[in-house]
C-alpha cells in the first residue's frame, strides 16, 4: 500500500516536492526549539500596597538573573549555560545548551522605584514593587452636616 499526500485543494507554485521538503524542515521539532524565542509567563497583579509581578522561570538560580530599573523601565534578564562533558572518552558530539531572555515592564508613576523586592523560589521569579505613599488608596468617612 502507498500513502499520497494531499495538498488539501492548494495549488503548488513550485513543485509538490519543494512543499513537502520545506514544510519538514520548517515544522522540524531541532529548530522549532532552538530558534523560538523562550520567554517566561507573567503574572501581575495590583493590591492596595504595592504591585506584584511574577515570573515562571524553572531550572535557573537566583545568580542566574539580572534585574535593573532604569528611569521607569524594569528589566528582568536571566542567562544560562550548560555544558555536558564527561572526561576520559572520547566524544564525536558534545552537547552545549545556552538559554537567556529578557522582559522589560514599565512601571507606572505611582510605583516608588526605592522599594523593589525580589524573590526566587521554586522556580517563581517574584518581585514586589511598592506604591508611594500619596498613591495608596486612603479611605475615611465623611459626616454628613
Do not use: C
Not at 524565542?37 to 495590583?46: L, R, Y
Request: aromatic letters at 12%.
Amino acid at each position: 500500500m502507498t500513502l499520497v499526500k494531499f495538498n488539501n485543494g492548494q495549488k503548488s507554485v513550485v513543485n509538490p516536492w519543494f512543499n513537502d521538503v520545506f514544510d519538514s524542515i520548517v515544522n522540524d521539532s531541532f529548530f522549532n526549539d532552538r530558534f523560538v524565542s523562550k520567554v517566561p509567563a507573567v503574572n501581575i497583579a495590583e493590591t492596595e500596597n504595592e504591585f506584584h509581578i511574577e515570573l515562571a522561570a524553572p531550572g535557573l538560580k537566583k545568580d542566574d538573573f539580572k534585574i535593573s530599573l532604569e528611569k521607569n523601565v524594569l528589566s528582568v534578564s536571566a542567562e544560562k549555560k550548560t555544558e555536558n562533558v564527561e572526561e576520559g572518552k572520547k566524544y564525536s558530539k558534545r552537547e552545549y545548551s545556552y538559554n537567556s531572555f529578557v522582559r522589560s515592564f514599565t512601571l507606572p508613576e505611582t510605583a516608588d522605584y526605592a522599594k523593589i523586592e525580589a524573590e526566587y523560589n521554586d522556580g517563581i521569579l517574584k518581585l514586589n514593587v511598592a506604591k508611594k505613599e500619596e498613591a495608596k488608596i486612603q479611605s475615611r468617612e465623611i459626616s454628613v452636616k
